[in-house]
């Protein structure tokens, strides 16, 4: 069975620094992997994904993320944080597996922006 | 844009109440899920559909049920409300794993 880890409960960065997310999953195969953003009082909005290809992925909001197989990451990036990036972050994995294609959170990351 | 819409965004029962909560879903997803979310455990599964009238559990399914009589609705019931089953809901669909999944907003319930 897959899991997810997210080693960091809570961030703290300042406007305008660069931001790094973890992210360790256990799988045997390559997995699908996510990353989701909920803003407070909201649902969760898909951000990026990665199933296969280049391992860097670009997504929404001006977020990245790179597979490393050899380190089970799929750590997220954004070079320079928005105040409106405050919110927490979920990354999630999937396995393919007809009938049963689920996928899997880690406990989350909440990000706090300080000007 | 997919839309999920989950029925209620706050309810409040009563311990020992039917409780329904529902969610529709208007891209024709064959995928349905329910998810409960707390605080430090993240997003839990609870079932999960593939079809109409099938369902799977998930992690976390006991004190729960759920309906699926059409594909784009699925109802997450809780047969007897009891306070440890207050949280936040969430409801998601999809299409295939490789899409990932769409959430509704979530229903906030509390269970006094």
Known sequence: AQSVTQPDIHITVSEGASLE????????????????????GQGLQLLLKYFSGDT???????????????????????????????????????APNFGNEKLTFGTGTRLTIIP | ????????????????????????????????????????LGLRLIYFSYDVKMKEKGDIPEGYSVSREKKERFSLILESASTNQTSMYLCASGSSIEAGAFFGQGTRLTVV
């Open chain 1, 56 to 94: 860097l992925v670009q997504g929404i909001k001006g977020f990245e993320a790179e597979f490393k197989r050899s380190q089970s990451s799929f750590n997220l990036r954004k070079p320079s944080v928005h105040w409106s990036d405050a919110a927490e972050y979920f990354c999630a994995v999937g």
């Open chain 1, 21 to 40: 997310l973890r992210c360790n999953y256990s799988y045997g195969a390559t997995p699908y992997l996510f990353w989701y953003v909920q803003s407070p």
């Open chain 2, 1 to 40: 844009d997919v839309k999920v819409t989950q029925s209620s965004r706050y309810l409040v029962k009563r311990t020992g109440e039917k409780v329904f909560l529902e969610c529709v879903q208007d891209m024709d997803h064959e995928n349905m899920f329910w998810y409960r979310q707390d605080p430090g």
